[in-house]
């Protein structure tokens, strides 16, 4: 269960010139997130998230409506015996299958893997993941389906542990984005 004190409240991402793009705010309930929103730099609202937990507290789906109120899209989740998240899968308003994740981890537990396919089962692309000494996600690399990187993000973590910031990379290390936490 988490609480509210420990969680961020705020993100904001910027482009590779420092020029605000977006940003997202935080409620929470005593599960985690309940509601996500997203506001263009100027304030609009863009869209939003609403999430649904089981009685365990794992969240069971994650839902995106527009500034109208109307549904986007939404993703349910799946999970193994021992409360690990193996199966996100993606659908559109009319509840077609849009895509699915599938997530593999080491001995000890920790995400290395995360598997993107299309419907029928083909892959369409991949993220590998490295922590740093205290567990947390140092660097995620993304692939393309046939194993060639096409970007790369890197966390940073103040001392308590918490996400400070999150840049993501070209293939070349060109900075295309980054953003900033807020607790």
Not at 9 to 36: G, L
Not at 66 to 80: G, H
Not at 139 to 145: A, G, P
Request: glycine share 8%.
């Amino acid at each position: 269960m988490k609480t509210a004190q420990k969680e961020k409240t705020k993100k904001v991402i910027y482009n590779a010139k420092n020029e605000m793009q977006s940003y997202y705010t935080y409620e929470y309930n005593i599960y985690e997130k309940e509601r996500k929103v997203h506001y263009a730099a100027s304030g609009k609202l863009l869209s939003y998230f609403t999430y649904d937990y089981g009685k365990d507290g794992k969240r069971l789906k994650k839902s995106k409506f527009d500034a109208s109120n109307k549904l986007i899209s939404y993703a349910t989740y799946e999970y193994d015996a021992k409360g690990k998240r193996i199966k996100k899968s993606e659908y559109n308003p009319e509840n077609q299958m849009e895509s699915y994740f599938v997530y593999e981890y080491d001995n000890n537990g920790k995400k290395v893997k995360t598997n993107k396919f299309t419907p029928d089962g083909k892959l369409s692309k991949y993220a590998m993941y490295e922590y740093n000494p205290r567990g947390k996600v140092a660097k995620k690399t993304d692939y393309d389906s046939g194993g060639t990187m096409t970007s790369y993000t890197t966390n940073n973590y103040d001392g308590t542990g918490k996400k400070e910031k999150k840049s993501l990379f070209t293939p070349g290390g060109a900075l295309e984005e980054y953003t900033v936490y807020f607790y």
